[in-house]
Each structure stands twice: as C-alpha cells, then as structure tokens.
C-alpha cells in the first residue's frame, strides 16, 4: 500500500502504546491510521472491516445485541477522542477535525491490525477492546467471561456420575463475587 500523506511520527505513536500491545508489524499500525481519500482509496477500510467483524465476535459472544449502531460509533469515537488518537491519525490536508466516522473506524482499524499482526488471536484483541473501551468493554466481557464458565460448569455437573459428589473450582473473579453473593446456609441450589 502505498501511503500518500505522510506517517505519524513515532512520538505521536506513543499515544498507542496505551492499547497495552507492540505491533510486530509497525505498517499495519500505520496502515490502520490511514483513512480513506482520493489519493488513497483504501486507507484503513479493509483493517476496519476486519476490526468490525472481531468486534462484533467479541461482543455477540458476550450476548449483546449491537444493533444500535450510531450510539456504538459515537462511543467508539468517543473513546478514541478521549484517548488522543484524534492526534494521530492521517489527516488530509484540508480536514481541519477528525470525524465520529472516521475516529469510529479508526478504532475498528486498530482492532482489525491488532488481529492479523496477533495472527488472529481474539483474546488479545479482546484486551485491546478493554483498553480502548474502558469500562463498556470490560463489562461486557466480563459477562461473557462468565456465561462461558456457567455454561462449562452446568456441563461437567450434568454429565458427572450421580453418585459421586462434583467439586469445580475457578478463579473466575465474577463467578468467585457470585459465590460470595449465595447465601451457604441456603440449602436451595443457586440459580444461575
């Protein structure tokens, strides 16, 4: 790809050493800083839409439902705002701001470019989401944390032998705060 307007220089790509990963393949950062543009038809599209569909993996494994999508763009824009990244982003000359667009692709940019220099490996691109959601993110995977370790736990329940006891233990901190939630003296089965 040939970039047409010039790189954000590694001082500005300090602002993205916030995402907690180092980039093995430095050009698909700076590929995924690069929006769309007459001279550059491509920019980041092809990262964004790979940063999309993890994006919506990770988060329609979590079970939620992300069919709001101009309140998920203006957060991600939000995010990446709040973040500094407005700064470093490629800017045509005669942009004079970053869009919420644009800045919502940006950050699916990133994700798409964390995913293929991780060699597609979702668990990373899913501490990247945290990082650059903050909050919105960790919640939700958090959740989905959790739904995946009920669901493993109610599997090994129901095919262990009915005479012997099933002991499981995790160290999964929401299953951990449930189990400090249950009443032990409550001889009824906790609900999950």
Not at 4 to 9: G, K, L
């Amino acid at each position: 790809m040939e970039h047409i307007f010039p790189h954000p220089s590694d001082e500005e790509l300090q602002v993205l050493e916030q995402i907690n990963y180092t980039f093995a393949n430095r050009a698909l950062l700076r590929e995924a800083l690069q929006p769309p543009n007459k001279c550059n038809e491509d920019g980041n599209k092809t990262l964004a839409l790979v940063g999309d569909k993890v994006l919506d993996l990770v988060i329609v494994a979590s079970g939620r439902d992300r069919n709001k999508t101009r309140g998920w763009n203006a957060y991600l824009s939000r995010q990446g705002c709040y973040l500094g990244l407005d700064q470093v982003i490629v800017k045509n000359p005669s942009q004079t701001f970053i869009g919420n667009k644009l800045m919502a692709s940006t950050m699916e940019a990133i994700v798409g470019a964390v995913y293929l220099d991780s060699n597609q490996q979702i668990t990373i691109c899913a501490d990247v989401m945290m990082v650059l959601g903050e909050h919105y993110w960790r919640t939700e995977l958090e959740v989905s944390c959790l739904v995946w370790t009920v669901r493993k736990l109610r599997h090994m329940i129901e095919a262990a032998p009915a005479d012997k006891p099933t002991v499981i233990c995790t160290d999964h901190s929401s299953t951990i705060g449930i189990a400090q939630a249950t009443n032990p003296s409550d001889p009824r089965p906790c609900s999950l």
